[in-house]
């Protein structure tokens, strides 16, 4: 089976499921980002949009998961830190698939206090190997990110803005080079 297209499919996944969170304002301007970026038809599954059971007995929203995971060819994850770790309901949604997220890279947009969520994604490295999921070296890191942003707008993009170029030109070739291994070419 070959793709229709040459765009990949991206999700963009928003982590944070808390009501203050900050993640929506993080992945608007994401999103503004990559649809300006050729080579991508994204969509975002928002994590606060699922039900998803702690048991992972296969309830709730599991198979609405299972199948925009499944369909994506690469994704991109804003993530928050907390507590100097990465959202638990986060953990939730990662455990509950296994082969879908197999062989598909992920850039990670993280966002924070001081530290910008690099601690999250650091933890967040290792889990998404063991699911052989291809994680980009290139990230974004936003510390401090309540003093980035007026309202949605970024006041300094020029940094975060590269940055998030860098790792959607990495994400592009590794999504091509992946898809064309997991479809046979």
Do not use: C
Request: cysteine-free; charged content about 25%; overall charge negative.
């Amino acid at each position: 089976m070959h793709p229709t297209s040459d765009r990949l499919r991206l999700e963009v996944i928003v982590a944070s499921v808390r009501p203050d969170r900050f993640g929506g304002v993080v992945a608007d301007w994401a999103r503004a980002r990559l649809d300006e970026h050729a080579g991508f038809d994204v969509s975002v599954l928002d994590l606060t949009d699922l039900d998803l059971p702690p048991g992972l007995d296969g309830t709730g929203d599991t198979e609405r998961l299972r199948e925009r995971v499944a369909a994506a060819d690469a994704f991109v994850l804003v993530t928050p830190e907390y507590n100097h770790g990465y959202p638990g309901y986060l953990k939730i949604a990662i455990d509950t698939l296994l082969e879908e997220w197999h062989v598909k890279p992920l850039g990670f947009v993280s966002y924070g206090g001081s530290g910008g969520g690099a601690r999250s994604v650091e933890q967040l490295r290792p889990v998404f190997s063991e699911l052989q999921v291809v994680a980009i070296r290139e990230q974004v890191v936003l510390a401090r990110v309540w003093d980035l942003f007026d309202g949605p707008v970024l006041r300094d993009p020029d940094g975060p803005q590269s940055a998030l170029k860098s790792m959607l030109d990495q994400l592009l070739w590794w999504g091509k080079t992946l898809r064309a291994a997991r479809v046979g070419d």
